[in-house]
């Protein structure tokens, strides 16, 4: 079983490599029938829903301000 399929089990999915979320940006990906917000802040990657409660808007068009993600709205 290699990396990926043992991440799978334990209720982990690869949505992207490290090397496509630079520090500071947001990223949308779709995990199953779900948008997910990853955020790399200072090298941490951080993982919300996507789509902003308010405004039903894709947070990766937002940005990130003092660690917080800020709705583009």
Known sequence: MDQ?????TKGYVQALALTELPDGELRS???GHSVV?????GGTI???GGICTH???????GEIDD???????
């Open 4 to 8: 990926r399929d043992d991440n799978e």
């Open 29 to 31: 990906v779709r995990v």
């Open 37 to 41: 917000l990853l955020a790399n802040v």
């Open 46 to 48: 951080h993982a919300i």
């Open 55 to 61: 405004e039903q808007e894709d947070l990766a068009d």
């Open 67 to 73: 660690g917080c993600v800020v709705c583009p709205m």
